[in-house]
């Protein structure tokens, strides 16, 4: 098939990003990619599996939690493997139902994580402001178990899935509704920026229309954390004690630092002006947002966690002090590459 096409011409397929014609190289990105996969969903599913498996965390903060890891695991397999089969078999073609399908579900996660740590962010806000408010504490010690119950959980977690299908369903069909000149993706993954740039019609100015409403939907978002957070950290200021204050801060900072590598690289990523030719920039951008939050993530939320630590030591039959050394050579292994 050419890569050139005709003025409205279909597309039966799609060719993606080769990182090198060298094989060697190639060879190089699919153990790299191997890897960094291998890891992610080592690391999602230990704290999917420490979740369902320890009663002790059955709350709603870990709930969510799991959901999240659920949602980086399948976000990172929709893309990743593709990719990396196609530097094993020296290839680079995807269909175009294949490339239907992995923007719909890239973008399905993608905006059910926005949704998630949004949710999150009020679980944390109810929590600290029901634990440490005085009145609250002392009148109805379990307010926070009656407003947080199972189902107004499950009922939240429902409308992250069904907002971030529908998103989904919305963005894709803007995306593939007009014609494509050219069936060259400069990308390892159909990206929909990237996909744009080959529109041959003015039908993607229906996308542009999605990406404004994106902006939007994303910067409220933003503004609830932040917002949610300034109470948070006020409410954490007044607790007398200076135990009680760490506490606090580290049921809500691991989430505020995920939030922002997620939604500051995701955004950049997003909106900025795609360039019609491949770019170091862009690759390393995409990689920043589709690999590096799912791959940060159980290790952000477990490494200072005490109570996911314990029941990972359970899970992989280790002593808890094990687990404690485990987590200094991470912290000092991610320090040093930072």
């Known amino acids: 098939m050419n890569a050139r096409i005709g003025n409205e011409s279909s597309v039966s397929e799609f060719l993606l990003l080769e990182f090198s014609a060298i094989r060697e190289m190639q060879i190089l990105h699919f153990f790299l990619f191997l890897v960094l996969y291998l890891a992610t969903v080592f690391g999602n599913l230990l704290i999917i599996s420490a979740v369902a498996f320890d009663h002790h965390l059955h709350t709603p903060m870990y709930f969510f939690l799991m959901n999240l890891a659920i949602q980086d695991l399948v976000a990172v397999s929709v893309t990743i493997p593709k990719s990396i089969a196609n530097s094993l078999m020296n290839t680079r ?55 947080m119950n199972r189902t107004f959980c499950t009922q939240m977690i429902a409308g992250v899935w069904v907002a971030g299908l529908l998103y989904a369903v919305m963005h894709t069909s803007a995306t593939f509704a007009t014609p494509f000149c050219s069936n060259i993706v400069n990308q390892f993954f159909c990206e929909v920026p990237q996909l744009l740039t080959i529109a041959c019609s003015n039908l993607y100015l229906i996308e542009i229309g999605v990406l404004v409403v994106s902006i939007i939907l994303l910067a409220g978002c933003f503004a609830f954390i932040v917002i949610t957070y300034i109470h948070i950290f006020m409410a954490v200021l007044k607790i007398p004690s200076i135990q009680g204050r760490k506490k606090a801060f580290s049921t809500c900072i691991p989430h505020l630092v995920v939030f922002s590598i997620f939604c500051f690289t995701g955004s950049f990523a997003y909106f900025r002006p795609p360039s019609k030719t491949p770019s170091f920039l862009d690759i390393a951008l995409t990689v920043m947002y589709t690999i590096v939050p799912p791959m940060f993530n159980p290790i952000i939320y477990s490494m200072r966690n005490k109570e996911i630590k314990n029941s990972l030591s359970k899970l992989l039959g280790l002593k808890p002090s094990s687990m404690n050394i485990f987590s200094r050579l991470i912290l000092k292994t991610g320090n040093l590459s930072l």
């Open 93 to 147: 073609h995807i269909s175009y139902t294949g490339c239907v399908a992995q923007v719909l579900s890239f973008v399905f996660f993608l905006s059910s994580d926005t949704a998630l740590l949004t949710v999150m962010a009020y679980d944390r806000y109810v929590a600290i402001f029901m634990a440490y408010d005085r009145y609250v504490a002392i009148c109805n010690p379990l307010q926070y178990e009656m407003v």
